[in-house]
Each structure stands twice: as structure tokens, then as C-alpha cells.
């Protein structure tokens, strides 16, 4: 086990950019999950890490020790891919051993070995099929038991669960947490799934066009968001973003204009307003309640048009001021659709962004 | 029950009113098929159990050319020479077809430019071919014994010496077929996922290793289709030895299809021909099922 070090990693391909001169330390025994949407570059640095793709600039360090200029191989580290990458022509036993194998061990000691890795993932009655015979859950064991095996430093893990049905994903999301706390490896995850990264990691690393948007642990990411980005794409659903217009600053208040919903006066950093330039209010869906609090609140007027009931929760998709507000609320509350809806937001869990999108005054 | 009874129903063939539509459009393919292929394979086998020649009456003589056969040791020749023929083609093409596929599977420079002249022989005129390769043997003239000449070594009858003109034959059909097999092989690499190549270096595989526990076995499929195809081809070889060598020097380069061809049209000897051509169709039939059946095996 061992911590990993980026510094000022770049990769191009050509003319175009993947990743953008990301430094980023990843502590030892950390679960540290990469995530971002489709090509924003989190595959990219994980095959970076891993050393299937050679830096076009920066340093990767693991442990104490540098290894940019090592080949795949010759880092102590072990990846799951997201199409498992199992060897079809050998069965789990072979899969499993093939890393032992190019380590030149005795057959002793790689039986051994293999037992204890497929005793971890609760294969041992299958070690003797192919990977054809077994489920997509078996075969993400199989791929994961071939990592244990090598006792690597760090795990690398691309989308590992993106081939499985929603059931099963879920059930291996707990495994891998488990199995992420028997081991007590660094772990390094891929993802474009928010609700993979907010459940699993220790650590989140947002990433957007080959650059880290912020790096913090998933409730400061849902709570604290740095910007519209990072605002828009932790949670579900994502948080409604309001245009509005700055039309005074009051020490450590921002007066806003908001059309639709008029002045709204909400604490920020007024360093990064000016009077007269735009702002963008962001208020999560789950924040928007039906009755009144007793803290200070917005007050809004929407009309449901599509309630979809969970059980667990209703989801409203509303009118307000010719946009579309989504709002969560608990429980099965009783709503018509395109009847209007009066509706509260706590001025405390609104999020203020300046107009290059960054946030000036973090919620709880 | 009415459910069971529809699944039932469903899994019937249907009848021939049903399908008559189906039957008609193949009628045309049917009747062609059986003309070219089955009436004439057919006769073959009736024609080998006949003395059935141009020099006398034709009489039923049942498995009287079989027998001779067995007892032929020109025949016996031929068919040690066509299993040479076939061992010494189908191994070395399979084998540089590989490593040709292997190496111009990569990001190589100039990939397709070779990937076409490694193919271009394929595409040539067997006959073009051979008359070309016929000049490259000429034992006084030609650039091999020119070049053996000017390195001070002695110069040697390729086509000409029954040690060397089997295999001067052999080198040409590898010239000619290895870029069939680098295709098939290309074909069979490209299927490969590249996740599997990174899983394996991620391992510690060498690029050793990965050739032979991963690149191989994953072709293996692709590896018996080729062998099949091969052997179906040079058991059956003629044209090259019919213009380069006629079967000679002293039977050395004689094949069964060549000797087939001699036994009927110079000796007239139709009868016997026949049951060479059926040994020899038993032969390859016997191939194809054994490599289907492997095939097969290793798909499941």
C-alpha cells in the first residue's frame, strides 16, 4: 500500500488536450473516485496511472518512488476493466493465476495464492469454468480476484460496474466497499455515476475536460460545490440553476434579482460580484419544501407538470417563470399536476455563484 | 393448454405448401449444384468401380482399382509426395502468415503498403506465376543461382534435381498463399479486445508471453480454419507442378491430382483415375469433418 503522487500530469493526443496538468495526491489506503462525465478525460488518468499510456508531461510517484518512465507491468499496481478483460480461453483458475505465473512462482504457492484470492470473492467452486459459463457479477469477481493476487500497492478500477444491471450493481457497490476495507489498498475509481462516487468513496475527484474541478470528500462536494460544474453534477436530481442580476452589495450580502422570483438578498462573498453583473443562484430540488419554515425563505409559485411518484420520495418537474424547477420532496405528498404550487426555499441552502460560474457563498 | 399447443405448432417444420415459394427460388440454385457437382461426383464413383477407357469395352470390375491401388507404388509415391507438399506448405504459410498478421497488426509505418504486397501474390495468375518463378529457378540464368554464383557458392538445379524440385515448389506456394493466411489472421487479431493485450502487460506479461499464452491460443479457431482450408487446397495441388516440373524430375514432384490427371487423360485410364479421385475426395472429407468438429469444440 502506498500513496500516489500526480504532479502537473498532461496527456495529448495530437492537438487535443485529454488531460490538463492535473496534480492530485491520493493518500495511503485512500478509495479515491474519479468522476466526471463521457471524455472528460477520468479514464485517461487512471490508464495514465497505471502506465498503459506514457505522460506527455508531469510526474506519477507511488510510494516514494517515480514511476513515469516505468512500463505497465513494473508498477505495483493491479486494474479492473470495465469489460472485465478476463482471458476467455483459460478458466478462473488460469485467469487468476496468470499474474503469479509471470512472476515465475511455484505451482505451490500460486494454488495457494489463487484459493486465498478466489476464497476473498467467493469463486471457489467455479475455479475450474471459463469466463463464458459464469454471470457478469462472477466474471467482475473473477477480474477482481486477478488484482488481489498480485498484492498490488494501488487498485485501479475503470468503470467496473457499468456492464452490470442495476440490482447487481448495487450488491457490488457493497462488496467492493467491503472488500476496499479487508484489504485497506489505495484504491482508485472511475466513474461517470455520482451515486457510485457519493456512496463508495472517501474521496471524490471531479473531472471536467481533462481538468480537476475540485477534489473533497462526497458531502463537502454535495454541500460545498466550487462551482457550477461540480454544483450541477454531484446529486440527483441536479440542482436547478437560477440567472440573475447583482443589484447591490451590502457587505457580506449580495442583492439579487431574480426574474421570475424578483429581490432576493442572500449572504456571499461579494468580492467576486460587481453591481449590475450576473450571478447564478443553484437550489437543489431536495431544499424546495411545500410547508413554510421557520428560518428565513424564498417563497415561489410552480406548476407541476409531471409528478413522478418513487414511493420514497415524488419528483415534481414545475413551471416557474417560464423555466422548469425540479423538486424532491419526501414521501408521497398529495400534488396536482398543473395546479399551482406554493413552495419554500430556506435562504441558508441556496448557492450563490459569481458570473465565471464559481461558488461565493457555500451552503450547508 | 392453448399456449402449449401454439409453441408446439410454431416448433413443426413446416410443410412443403407452406414453403413452396422458399423451394422455387432455390430450384435453379438446386438443379445447378446437382448438375455440376453431385451427378459428376456421383459418376465418379461409378466410373472408379468400371475399367472404363478410350482403348477397350467398359466392364464392371467393383473394387478391383481400389485394391491396385493399395498395390501402386507410383500411386503410393504421389500420395507421399502430396502429404510432403501439403506438411511443407500448410506449416511454414500458417506460421509466417502470423507473424506478418502479428506484426502488421500494430502501428507500424507503412502497414498497408505491405499488407498489399504481401497479398498481391494471391492475387496473381497461378500460371503468370509460375512461369516467373520458373525463370527465378533457371539453373544458368536465374537471379537465386546468379546470386549463389557471386557469394562463390555452388549454383543448383531447382526444379531440375528430384531432392530440391518438391521443395522449390513448396517455396513458391508459400510465396503465393502466405498472404491468404495473414489476411484470415489480421482478421482474427482485429477481433481480439485490446483490453485483454492491457490486462496482460498489467500482469507482467512479456511480449513473449503475450504472443504465446494469449495471441495463439485466441486465434486458435482461426488457426484450424486456415489449416483446413490449406489442406483442401494443396492436397488438391496441379497447376503449378502441370507448368513448372509435369510431375517430374523421375516422379519426384508427381501429386495425386497431377498423377489423377495423367492415369485419365494420357493413359486413358478412367476407371482408375476415378478411384484416385475418390480416395482423394474420402481424404478431404475426412479432413474437413475432423477440423469442423474441433472447431466446433472450441467454439462451445
Known amino acids: ?364 | 393448454m392453448a399456449l402449449q399447443s401454439s409453441t408446439a405448432l410454431a416448433r413443426r417444420p413446416q410443410s412443403f405448401t407452406q414453403n413452396w415459394s422458399a423451394y422455387a427460388f432455390l430450384t435453379p440454385a438446386l438443379i445447378i449444384l446437382f448438375l455440376s457437382l453431385l451427378l459428376p461426383a456421383a459418376a465418379t464413383v461409378v466410373m472408379s468401380l468400371t475399367d472404363i477407357s478410350f482403348l477397350r469395352p467398359t466392364n464392371f470390375v467393383w473394387f478391383d482399382n481400389y485394391i491396385k491401388l493399395v498395390s501402386d507404388s507410383r500411386f503410393r509415391q504421389a500420395v507421399g509426395n502430396t502429404a510432403y507438399y501439403t506438411v511443407g506448405v500448410t506449416l511454414p504459410t500458417m506460421a509466417l502468415g502470423l507473424l506478418a498478421a502479428v506484426a502488421l497488426n500494430g502501428k507500424l509505418r507503412g502497414r498497408i503498403v505491405f499488407r498489399t504486397i504481401f497479398y498481391l501474390p494471391v492475387l496473381t495468375s497461378l500460371i503468370a506465376a509460375a512461369v516467373v518463378w520458373m525463370y527465378v529457378y533457371e539453373p544458368y540464368s536465374g537471379p537465386i543461382n546468379g546470386t549463389l554464383t557471386q557469394l562463390g557458392l555452388p549454383p543448383q538445379p531447382w526444379l531440375q534435381s528430384p531432392n530440391l524440385a518438391m521443395t522449390s515448389l513448396i517455396v513458391m506456394a508459400i510465396w503465393r498463399d502466405f498472404g491468404t493466411a495473414m489476411i484470415i489472421y489480421l482478421a482474427g487479431l482485429q477481433d481480439i479486445p485490446k483490453d485483454i493485450y492491457e490486462a496482460a502487460r498489467l500482469d507482467g506479461a512479456k511480449t513473449k508471453d503475450i504472443f504465446f499464452r494469449i495471441t495463439v491460443p485466441m486465434l486458435s479457431n482461426v488457426t484450424f480454419y486456415l489449416m483446413i482450408i490449406l489442406i483442401v487446397q494443396t492436397f488438391q495441388v496441379f497447376g503449378a507442378i502441370y507448368v513448372m516440373t509435369n510431375g517430374g524430375p523421375l516422379g519426384s514432384t508427381e501429386t495425386i491430382v497431377f498423377q489423377m490427371y495423367q492415369t485419365a487423360f494420357g493413359y486413358t485410364e478412367f476407371g482408375y483415375a476415378a478411384a484416385m479421385s475418390t480416395v482423394l475426395f474420402l481424404a478431404i472429407l475426412l479432413f474437413s469433418i475432423i477440423g469442423t468438429k474441433i472447431m466446433r469444440r472450441g467454439e462451445s
Do not use: W
Open chain 1, 1 to 364: 500500500m502506498a500513496e500516489l503522487q500526480l504532479q502537473n500530469v498532461s496527456k495529448t493526443y495530437g492537438t487535443f488536450e485529454a488531460v490538463k496538468d492535473v496534480s492530485l495526491a491520493i493518500e495511503d489506503g485512500e478509495f479515491a473516485v474519479f468522476v466526471g462525465p463521457s471524455g472528460c478525460g477520468k479514464s485517461t488518468l487512471l490508464r495514465l496511472i497505471a502506465g498503459l499510456d506514457p505522460v506527455s508531461a508531469g510526474t506519477v510517484a507511488i510510494g516514494d518512488k517515480d514511476m513515469t518512465a516505468r512500463q505497465a507491468g513494473e508498477r505495483p499496481v493491479a486494474m479492473v476493466f470495465q469489460s472485465y478483460a478476463l482471458y476467455p480461453h483459460m478458466s478462473v483458475f488460469e485467469n487468476i493465476a496468470f499474474p503469479l505465473q509471470m512472476e515465475r512462482r511455484s505451482k505451490a504457492d500460486i494454488r495457494e495464492q489463487v484459493a486465498k484470492a478466489a476464497a476473498t470473492v467467493q469463486l471457489t467452486t467455479r475455479l475450474q469454468d471459463k469466463p463464458n459459463k459464469l454471470s457478469g457479477g462472477q466474471r467482475q469477481r473473477v477480474a477482481i480476484a486477478r488484482a488481489i493476487v498480485r498484492k498490488p500497492e494501488i487498485f485501479l478500477m475503470d468503470e467496473p460496474l457499468s456492464n452490470l444491471d442495476a440490482a447487481l450493481r448495487m450488491e457490488m457497490r457493497s462488496e467492493l466497499t467491503q472488500l476496499h476495507k479487508r484489504l485497506g489498498s489505495t484504491m482508485v475509481y472511475v466513474t461517470h455515476d455520482q451515486l457510485e462516487a457519493m456512496t463508495m468513496a472517501d474521496r471524490i475527484v471531479v473531472l471536467n475536460a481533462g481538468k480537476v474541478e475540485q477534489v473533497g470528500k462526497p458531502m463537502d462536494l454535495y454541500h460545498r460545490p466550487a462551482n457550477l460544474f461540480v454544483a450541477g453534477f454531484i446529486g440527483s436530481p441536479p440542482m436547478n440553476f437560477l440567472a440573475a442580476k447583482v443589484t447591490g452589495l451590502e457587505g457580506g450580502t449580495v442583492l439579487l434579482e431574480v426574474p421570475g422570483v424578483g429581490q432576493v438578498a442572500l449572504p456571499g462573498d461579494a468580492s467576486g460580484f460587481t453591481v449590475g453583473g450576473d450571478a447564478t443562484i443553484g437550489i437543489r430540488p431536495e431544499a424546495i419544501a411545500t410547508a413554510a419554515p421557520t428560518e428565513p425563505a424564498l417563497s415561489l409559485s410552480i406548476t407541476p407538470r409531471t409528478v413522478e411518484r418513487l414511493g420514497l420520495h415524488t419528483i415534481v418537474y414545475g413551471e416557474q417563470g417560464g423555466r422548469t424547477l425540479t423538486a424532491l420532496f419526501n414521501g408521497d405528498p398529495v400534488i396536482a399536476a398543473d395546479a399551482p404550487l406554493g413552495v419554500y426555499v430556506p435562504l441558508q441552502q441556496i448557492h450563490l455563484f459569481d458570473a465565471a460560474g464559481q461558488a461565493r457563498g457555500h451552503r450547508d
